[in-house]
């Protein structure tokens, strides 16, 4: 079925989750904030931040107050997050890497899960200082935004376990997301 004008489809893209997270970092009222501001930020493009608000607003993860802010639905981000987001955006993994930690390797997992031996899942990064076995992020600009901002880099990591941890890890990723989100 194609869509037409009048019944378009929403598909979010894996950018749109970054964008959504980062957003979520300025609270319940929102900041007003550039695109340009946003994607230096996050190493995307001002279309592509506006791109990802706009399917985000139709997907109704955000909102625009009358001052033109957006505010992310945190209560639907959250759930969207633990219900939704892993089947749309799977993990995938790769070979033995240098890369930075992420999942239950990263803050703040790291300290509530006793580690393995195994090797701990990584974002592969040319200045990565662990090695560890490939956890593709969400877009190629992922580690070097959450190395500018360790609060995007903790929702992220929480993120990665929820989609690709144990059990154990999801549970508690998904407690650790939703005690921020709702912070």
Not at 56 to 79: D, Y
Not at 85 to 100: Q, S, V
Not at 112 to 121: E, R, T
Request: aromatic residues 4%; glycine residues 6%; proline residues 10%.
């Amino acid at each position: 079925m194609t869509p037409s004008r009048s019944n378009p489809q929403i598909v979010l893209r894996p950018q749109d989750l970054v964008v959504l997270l980062r957003l979520s970092l300025d609270g319940a009222h929102g900041v007003p904030r550039t695109y340009a501001e946003l994607a230096a930020q996050l190493g995307l493009t001002a279309s592509e931040i506006h791109a990802a608000i706009k399917r985000a607003v139709a997907a109704q993860l955000v909102r625009r107050t009358a001052r033109s802010v957006h505010v992310v639905n945190l209560k639907a981000l959250s759930m969207f997050i633990q219900h939704g987001a892993p089947y749309c955006f799977p993990a995938t993994h790769g070979p033995a890497t240098r890369g930075m930690p992420t999942s239950h390797a990263a803050p703040p997992l790291q300290g509530l899960i006793s580690q393995s031996k195994d090797p701990v899942p990584v974002w592969p990064h040319k200045s990565g200082t662990v090695r560890g076995v490939a956890l593709y992020p969400l877009y190629p600009s992922v580690p070097d935004a959450a190395a500018r901002n360790p609060a995007l880099y903790e929702l992220l990591s929480l993120f990665d376990a929820i989609r690709s941890g144990s059990p154990r890890d999801r549970a508690l990723g998904v407690e650790q997301l939703v005690q921020r989100l709702s912070a």
